[in-house]
């Protein structure tokens, strides 16, 4: 089974301080995503990866950062927290095709105070 | 912009009722069309997706969706339901074949089964 892993479920950070949050996957998957999903809204795209140091804008990139230096590894970056920053965020990854599901971690929820 | 629509945001069924969840999406072109579910605290898996063929597809746990291209639709169904359906669904379209995909989603439809 594909295992998706984030480094925090729950996480408290103050507004202005550098946030990074992990996902680590095992299957080797080309791609990997981040998401924020916020009630009455659904999945939001963040940012996407399909390669080591490649990147793609999603659908709502102001205010974060991604890096993927490792395969496996695909991290995201709130460069300085806001309180509208306060989410739940998604990893997932993907092998590559569009016909391919996502997998998901289990989620970081990111409360900025 | 591609985008994905599902209409129903809160559904409330009694157990043994039917289901049926709509979605629909804006592209015209290739379709790779999936649902999602996210039963409460755990993560989302997938349920079932569709590519080309029978548009009538089955996922696990007694889903199926039907594929109605003239309706660009993919609605979810299921003839009974179960309290241990209660959990949101996500229709979800990444819209090519290509090597990196972008997926869209919706913006998700709770639904509660009462005993």
């Known amino acids: 089974d594909v295992k998706v892993t984030q480094s925090s479920r729950y996480l408290v950070k103050r507004t202005g301080e550098k946030v990074f949050l992990e996902c680590v996957q095992d299957m080797d998957h080309e791609n990997m995503f981040w998401y924020r999903q916020d009630p009455g809204l659904g999945l939001r795209l963040i940012y996407f990866?399909?390669?080591?140091?490649?990147?793609e804008k999603g659908d709502i990139p102001e205010g974060y950062s991604v890096s993927r230096e490792k395969k496996e590894r695909f991290s995201l970056i709130l460069e300085s927290a806001s309180t509208n920053q306060t989410s739940m965020y998604l990893c997932?990854?993907?092998?590559?095709?569009?016909?391919?599901?996502?997998?998901f971690g289990d989620g970081t929820r990111l409360s900025i105070l | 912009a591609q985008s994905v629509s599902q209409h129903n945001h809160h559904v409330i069924l009694s157990e043994a009722a039917s289901l049926e969840l709509g979605c629909n999406y804006s592209y015209g072109g290739t379709v790779n069309l999936f649902w999602y579910v996210q039963y409460p605290g755990q993560h989302l898996q997938l349920l079932l997706k569709y590519f080309s063929g029978d548009p009538l597809v089955k996922g696990i746990k007694g889903f199926e969706a039907e594929f109605i291209k003239s309706k660009f639709s993919f609605n979810l169904r299921k003839p009974s339901v179960q309290w241990s359906d209660t959990a949101e669904y996500f229709c979800a379209d990444s819209g090519g074949g290509r090597g990196y995909q972008k997926v869209t989603f919706g913006t998700g439809t709770k639904l509660q089964v009462i005993p």
């Open positions: 997932a990854s993907s092998r590559a095709g569009g016909q391919q599901p996502q997998h």
């Open positions: 990866s399909y390669d080591v140091k490649m990147k």
